[in-house]
């Protein structure tokens, strides 16, 4: 799914800010007992990683710290690869700017 907002898009690193886009918010939908993503147009249904991800993305927390509080989270795993993957696919879906 895509949401073309027309804003610049997130280059991922360490000091990167990602924040949502104007217009973007999550929301926790107990009918889906999902978090999902919600933008003029439409509703991004998201799984459990990505909601992860997406409800520490607050537009101060730089992607360092985002990685380190999510690793601390789940006890210490390795997940930087996942969490700058994922990054830098909702950044081309226009999910983070």
């Known amino acids: 799914m895509s949401a073309d907002t027309g804003d610049r898009r997130f280059v991922v690193s360490d000091e990167a800010i990602p924040r949502l886009p104007h217009g973007f918010r999550m929301q926790f939908e107990p009918a889906q007992d999902s978090w999902v993503l919600l933008y003029p147009e439409g509703l991004i249904q998201l799984n459990g990683p990505a909601a992860e991800i997406l409800k520490r993305v607050d537009g101060k927390t730089t ?3 985002l990685i380190a509080d999510l690793s ?3 006890n210490g795993a390795e997940l ?3 969490v700058e ?3 830098k696919e909702a950044s081309n879906y226009g999910w983070i700017v």
């Open 63 to 65: 992607v360092a710290q």
């Open 80 to 82: 930087r690869a996942d």
């Open 72 to 74: 601390a989270a789940f």
């Open 85 to 87: 993957h994922f990054l």
